[in-house]
């Protein structure tokens, strides 16, 4: 059990484009997802928490209106990259909070290379 | 903010040793976790800890919540290849609203056959 499921696993787009990667808790439900991001050999960095049915909550530095997150169901979390630039390349991790377990399971993870 | 220090950074060990690794923070949490993360893939769940003092285990990793809840350490014994990757530690301080995880930096674990 606790499988968290990530799409797509790589993407690779051209600047000014965006990208949505999908998260899901495939045999839990999840009221709180997180996004994370993962440079290379370093420890992942919270970009923000997702509420399933109010707006996500994001850290000191991270653009709101940069990277959407939406939380419309118990099993779907999506962030989407706005007009995507080289320095957004990156890996973003999800992960999702089951609470009967007070853990959270971490999906796969996304690499996002902009051209 | 809460910060974790976890150590060693990294560790080069031969087959059949044990390993141990820990971590402290500056302040408390109420939930410990440890996670381990292969390369190109996310962290995986390998133990998690709920009360100041518990220890539990997990085939051959077994792990302990410090009593002052500051703390904890996981060990591997016995340890092969395929534990090769990047340990995590990770402080939780649940309750309200706030289900963080605070994650240590990291301790690369390579094994020679």
């Known amino acids: 059990g606790a499988v968290v499921s990530q799409h797509p696993s790589r993407v690779i787009c051209k600047s000014g484009t965006s990208v949505k990667i999908e998260c899901r808790s495939l045999?839990?439900?999840?009221?709180?997802m997180f996004w994370y991001r993962q440079f290379p050999k370093q420890s992942l960095m919270l970009m923000a928490t997702?509420?399933?049915?109010?707006?996500?909550?994001?850290e000191q530095g991270v653009e709101k209106d940069k990277f959407l997150i939406n939380h419309a169901s118990l099993t779907l979390s999506t962030l989407t990259v706005t007009s995507a630039h080289p320095e957004d390349s990156s890996f973003y991790i999800c992960?999702?909070?089951?609470?009967?377990?007070?853990?959270?399971?971490f999906g796969p993870g996304t690499r996002l290379l902009v051209l | 903010g809460q910060q974790l220090n976890q150590s060693p950074q990294s560790m080069f060990i031969q087959e059949g040793e044990d390993v141990s690794m820990n971590c402290t923070s500056s302040?408390?949490?109420?939930?410990w976790l440890w996670y381990k993360q292969d390369p190109g893939e996310g962290p995986v769940l390998l133990i998690a800890l709920y009360k100041a003092g518990e220890l539990t285990s997990n085939g051959r990793l077994t792990a302990q919540f410090g009593i002052t809840r500051k703390d904890s350490f996981l060990n591997i014994s016995a340890s092969i290849p395929s534990d090769v990757g990047i340990y995590f530690c990770a402080g939780q301080l649940s309750g309200g609203s706030n289900y963080k995880l605070t994650f240590g930096k990291g301790t690369l674990l390579t094994v020679n056959p």
């Open positions: 045999d839990f439900q999840a009221t709180t």
């Open positions: 997702s509420n399933e049915g109010s707006k996500a909550t994001y």
């Open positions: 992960s999702a909070r089951d609470w009967k377990w007070e853990t959270q399971y």
């Open positions: 302040s408390i949490f109420n939930t």
